[in-house]
T-cell receptor, first 115, second 113 residues
Framework: AQSVTQLGSHVSVSEGALVLLRCNYS??????LFWYVQYPNQGLQLLLK??????LVKGINGFEAEFKKSETSFHLTKPSAHMSDAAEYFC?????????????FGKGTKLSVIP | DGGITQSPKYLFRKEGQNVTLSCEQN?????MYWYRQDPGQGLRLIYY???????QKGDIAEGYSVSREKKESFPLTVTSAQKNPTAFYLC????????????FGPGTRLTVL
């Protein structure tokens, strides 16, 4: 069964510092992987996704993630944190069942940015 | 503007009452989903539907019911059988293929008093 582990429920970085949010997945088939961002009391917004092809994926707001099959990882990075990046981030992997597809989400990582 | 709407944004109900949360999309998506979000728990799938008049239970369906009579609508009813209904509920839709992302509504925060 597919599952997602996000290391660190809360990460704090200084403004201008590197952001690194960790995601490891388990999947018995080649995975489709997603990162979403959620601001307080709002829905989720897609940051980026990996389906096939290039393993380094670029998303919105300067974020990128690298798919590493050997490490079963899909970590999210941003070179320089901005105050507006403070939010909760969710990693997700596609799973299948009953002839359809759903997402399995990690428990989320809350990012705080210190001025 | 295409998107997903959920109403109401905040909902208060007394214990023992059923309540229905609305979800409408104009993205022409076949698949729709309901999630429950609790602090530190991530998103947990309640129900999903791939086509009109068909839906399947997700991971935590007990105490919930849905219908899918129209492609654009997927209402969720939280019944009195749900032991702990206070939570943030999110609706999503997608084209249904495994590599397609899900688009989310703004959510409904349900508080049962």
């Amino acid at each position: 069964a597919q599952s997602v582990t996000q290391l660190g429920s809360h990460v704090s970085v200084s403004e201008g510092a590197l952001v690194l949010l960790r995601c490891n997945y388990s999947s018995s088939v080649p995975p489709y992987l997603f990162w979403y961002v959620q601001y307080p009391n709002q829905g989720l917004q897609l940051l980026l996704k990996y389906t096939t092809g290039a393993t380094l994926v670029k998303g919105i707001n300067g974020f990128e993630a690298e798919f590493k099959k050997s490490e079963t990882s899909f970590h999210l990075t941003k070179p320089s944190a901005h105050m507006s990046d403070a939010a909760e981030y969710f990693c997700a992997v596609t799973r299948s069942g009953a002839g359809s597809y759903q997402l399995t989400f990690g428990k989320g990582t809350k990012l705080s940015v210190i001025p | 503007d295409g998107g997903i709407t959920q109403s109401p944004k905040y909902l208060f109900r007394k214990e023992g009452q059923n309540v229905t949360l609305s979800c409408e999309q104009n993205l022409n998506h076949d698949a729709m989903y309901w999630y429950r979000q609790d602090p530190g728990q991530g998103l947990r799938l309640i129900y999903y539907s791939q086509i009109v008049n068909d839906f399947q239970k997700g991971d935590i369906a007990e105490g919930y019911s849905v219908s899918r009579e129209k492609k654009e609508s997927f209402p969720l009813t939280v019944t009195s059988a749900q032991k702990n209904p206070t939570a943030f509920y999110l609706c999503a839709s997608s084209l249904g293929d495994p590599y397609n992302e899900q688009f989310f509504g703004p959510g409904t925060r349900l508080t049962v008093l």
